[in-house]
């Protein structure tokens, strides 16, 4: 049986977990949806996934490793928009009549843009470092201005540089390229195994666990621990400039405004279900890839067997399961302590929010053909004594008599 | 057996994941006694004292207080019931003051306000008794280990506790401290407050104890009163097997100067004193191991750190190691150089406790495990094995949690990690601090051959006689001064002390 547990070994108990729970999803998605769309159209649902999951996947890849490095990376989503509004920008400021008329730019301008706006990239993460390094910010501080900033930045600078709210993209060579989903899958395996390789496989990334481990600890052990940070940040803040540049190809348009809004939620989302802890020191690229891909699917199971828009409950699912990851991973650790969770005012008070939310949501998901009919209420509301009963059942189980002391 | 028990303890088992932390284990405790629970690091007295304590909430068997059965939730519960625990690892919030740490939980209040005022008092009033001379307003985490710990012992006594346990409530005090702690202890004795002792230490037990338990490996092997045994057979049933008196005497061969230091000064801005060490000079030759002596806050650990290169404010003064001047701003520096330092709080400043055995072995040496940039699993699982055998780490692989290794063990999986860089000076603060007499006993073995072997050693303690034991000189400190030299024939503990407590102009 030696080969069956070097076989369990290749990975984590963690990741394990959420591979069996990803094929537990795309089972259930492939049963409940009423088009079955996963069995009949399995190239488009292929198609769909791989493109979502791999433009995730880029910049998740940077917010998991600033994480294990025990920081924080609040500015993903604020440095896709900038970064996709430096790309235009150069392009606009190279072929002004190109980006006017819908010719095409030419491979210069395009490999000069990407690559600006990578430098770019480069820049913003050397800033975070110094902030934090230097100055002293918590990572915290310093990735929240960047939220905030930059993506008023790339505002101000779409105005300036095309009088307007928007840059569009017409060139043909840079949207086939960047939309294309097998490039974007290629750029994120490329990108993941390049990551792996660096954690697990050399002593920089051996140093990058010490270091988010136990900062104080790394220093004393002779680990240039500011080096490091400035490493971490750049490589994340360089992943989102390039999922800048694929979203605006992708997109056909720069619009700062509303490109990339809230997407280092789903980063960290993705980093955090897929097994890092804010802590630091923890974490694991295959984790991360698979908190992608799982992440991924479940919205677009969700969208599939309720037959809404994806986005509508997106933020609702990343967060439940966020909260579900998370707890199922402290609760692996507490195996041995028996831990209440409906003990107390608290618990009680907790319960009956949980009995709420629980029937709201089910309301909703039930009225999302119909809207607010009476039959979605019923649910909702059968739903809620159902939530109510479980609740009361773990909370007697919880309080049954323990053996000695 | 004993009169009146007030604590009774019967059949408890605690067991974990993989380990039996306590085998069937029952014994009383009378009232007003003070009982010694010896045993090595990993023989279960923690784990029976925080049972004690309501720590450890659940677990088999009975505890008794004043002949009423126990079910301790929690901390709280065991305080109601009388019971106070002094902790061997720090249990402070570093953010609030001492007076703050002293009544958490049980803060004074008037109308539902902080009473900030009878706090700081009474904490006050405590540290004075404990003849601590801190600010109580002080936040803690500014505060020298010694420091913390007696303001852990202040909480304690704050509880007005019936009973008192102490865990290893000496590992950071230097002599002067524990002789007041003993004044202390004396007048608990005569208010009749039972107390419970854990230590490592044969000549506090000997001195304080009425009765001791030896525990070991979970189990009670015998309690007993305390003129029945010698130390030296108490240390043999703790362990199981003899352990020689160590002796380094004979001829250690002196090498010439490895390390040479000229006036060092370390800045204290906006303190009164203004320096943490003013004109540090000495020599370090190999072969040779230096002990550096001194009161809390005289400056060991600063001065270790300003030699590794790892103190925040730049020293001055020359260091020159091998016959070349160095100025070292990272402790990257002085590791190439072939300098190492282990910390003194190891869990704080040593351990990655999320990484195994192994990876926190061979952190700073993963040069050596790598072919073309790239990391060799099997190199690094050699260096790592070679390692635990050469240091006699106990562990039960080396790809566990260095969390799961006794005191004793983690410390020498640290000093391995810095012999695999192959030092020429090795800084060991307080190395024996928390760890057991086994394997102190072993950690001398080790240094002594890492000498003979051509290491040049500056070791700090807060124990007087390990110093007397391992160095051939020591240097004594006081508040940042050098204020005596001693070879290790003129060395005597009157003479350290003396020194130590030398107020200098």
């Excluded at chain 1, 279900?273 to 799982?294: A, E, N």
């Excluded at chain 2, 050693?457 to 006689?465: A, C, F, H, Q």
Aim: a negative charge; glycine letters at 10%; one cysteine or more.
């Amino acid at each position: 049986m030696a080969l069956r547990r070097r076989l369990l070994a290749l990975l984590e108990p963690h990741e394990w977990g959420l591979l069996l729970a990803i094929v537990i999803v795309v089972g259930v998605t492939t049963v409940v949806d009423q088009h079955h769309t996963y069995l009949y159209d399995p190239g488009r649902s292929l198609h769909d996934i791989c493109r979502q999951a791999s433009m995730l996947g880029i910049f998740a890849l940077g917010s998991a490793l600033v994480i294990i490095t025990g920081g924080i990376d609040l500015s993903a989503g604020s440095v896709i928009a900038f970064s996709g509004t430096i790309c235009g920008s150069i392009m606009l400021l190279l072929a002004p009549e190109a980006m006017e008329s819908g010719e095409p730019l030419g491979t210069p301008v395009i490999v000069a843009a990407i690559g600006g706006t990578t430098l770019v990239g480069f820049f913003i993460g050397t800033l975070h470092a110094w902030l934090i390094t230097e100055v002293g910010l918590p990572p915290f501080v310093a990735t929240l201005a960047s939220l905030v900033g930059l993506r008023s930045l790339g505002r101000a600078m779409t105005e300036y540089l095309a009088h307007s709210t928007q840059i569009q993209i017409f060139d043909t060579q840079f949207r086939d390229l960047t939309k294309s989903v097998a490039l974007q899958g290629v750029l994120f395996i490329l990108l993941a195994a390049a990551m792996w390789i660096l954690l697990s496989r050399t002593v920089v990334g051996r140093h990058l666990y010490a270091l988010g481990g136990n900062e104080e600890a790394a220093r004393l052990s002779g680990i240039r621990t500011n080096r490091l940070k400035w490493l971490a940040y750049s490589i994340a803040a360089m992943l989102s400039s390039l999922a800048g540049i694929l979203y605006i190809g992708d997109q056909g348009v720069v619009d700062p405004q509303t490109l990339g809004r809230a997407y280092e939620l789903n980063a960290i989302a993705a980093a955090v279900v897929g097994g890092c802890s804010l802590q630091g020191g923890v974490g694991t690229i295959l984790g991360t890839v698979l908190g992608c891909l799982f992440l991924r699917l479940v919205i677009d199971g969700v969208a599939k067997m309720i037959h809404s828009g994806a986005d509508v409950y997106e933020g609702l699912i990343v967060g439940i399961l966020v909260v579900l990851a998370v707890a199922f991973n402290e609760l692996r650790r507490a195996r041995d302590t028996r831990k209440q969770f409906f003990s107390g005012a608290l618990g009680i008070a907790a319960g009956t929010v949980l009995v709420l939310f629980g029937g709201i949501v089910a309301a909703l998901l039930a009225g999302t053909q119909g809207g607010a009919t009476p039959r979605s209420m019923f649910t909702g509301l059968a739903v809620a004594v159902v939530v109510l009963l479980a609740i009361v059942v773990v909370h007697r189980y919880e309080r049954r008599p323990k053996h000695g002391g | 057996m004993a009169i009146d028990p007030i604590i009774s303890v019967a059949h408890v088992t605690k067991r974990y994941p993989g380990v039996v932390a306590l085998d069937d284990v029952s014994l009383t405790i009378a009232r007003g006694e003070l009982h010694a629970i010896v045993g090595e690091n990993g023989a279960g007295k923690s784990t029976l004292m925080k049972i004690l304590a309501g720590i450890i909430p659940h677990y088999e068997g009975q505890v008794s207080i004043a002949g009423h059965v126990v079910h301790f939730d929690g901390t709280r519960d065991a305080e109601q019931a009388g019971i106070g625990i002094v902790h061997q690892e720090l249990n402070l919030v570093e953010e609030l003051s001492a007076a703050a740490n002293i009544y958490l939980g049980r803060e004074l209040h008037r109308w539902g306000f902080l009473d900030q005022t009878h706090m700081l008092d009474a904490a006050g009033e405590l540290l004075r008794q404990l003849e601590c001379d801190i600010d109580p307003n002080q936040p803690v985490a500014t505060l020298r280990v010694g420091d913390q710990q007696l303001v852990e012992i202040a909480k304690a006594l704050s509880l007005d506790a019936a009973i008192l346990i102490l865990d290893e409530p000496t590992s950071a005090l230097t002599e002067f401290e524990v002789a007041r702690l003993d004044r202390v202890i004396a007048r608990l004795r005569a208010q009749g407050v039972t107390m419970l002792y854990i230590s490592h230490k044969m000549d506090e037990v000997f001195r304080l104890a009425e009765r001791i338990t030896v525990l070991r490996d979970g189990q009670l092997v015998r309690t007993m009163d305390r003129n029945e045994m010698s130390p030296r057979e108490v240390t043999h049933l703790m362990v199981g097997r003899e352990i020689e008196e160590t002796t380094f005497n004979e001829s250690r061969p002196r090498g010439d100067t490895v390390l040479k230091v000229d006036r060092l000064s370390l800045a204290w801005p906006g303190h009164a004193r203004g320096w943490r060490l003013r004109d540090i000079s000495f020599q370090l030759h190999r072969g040779e191991i230096l002990g550096i002596a001194g009161l809390m806050g005289a400056g060991r650990t600063e001065l270790l750190e300003c030699l590794f290169g790892a103190s925040l404010v730049p020293p001055q003064g020359r260091v020159t190691l091998d016959g070349q001047a160095v100025r070292f701003s990272h402790p990257a520096e002085a590791m190439a150089a072939g300098i190492a330092l282990v910390c003194e709080d190891r869990k704080r400043l040593g351990l990655f406790a999320e990484m195994s055995v192994a990876e926190n072995i061979t952190l700073c040496a993963l040069a050596d495990a790598t072919v073309a940039g790239f990391l060799r699993p099997g190199r690094e699982v050699r260096l790592a094995e070679e390692s635990v055998s050469r240091l006699g780490v106990k562990t039960s692989g080396i790809d566990v949690s260095i969390t799961s290794l006794s005191g004793g063990n983690q410390q020498k999986a640290i000093i391995a990690r810095w012999l695999l860089t192959g030092p020429k000076v090795l800084l060991l603060d307080d190395p024996t601090r928390g760890v057991d007499v086994g394997a102190k006993a072993e950690l001398y073995a080790l240094m002594d051959r890492l000498c003979r072997q051509g290491l040049g050693i500056i070791v700090t303690s807060s124990e007087l006689p390990e110093l007397l034991t391992l160095c051939d000189r020591i240097l004594v400190l006081s508040e940042g001064q050098q204020t005596a030299e001693f070879t290790r024939e003129e060395a005597t503990e009157e003479r350290i002390m003396e020194a130590a407590t030398q107020v200098a102009g």
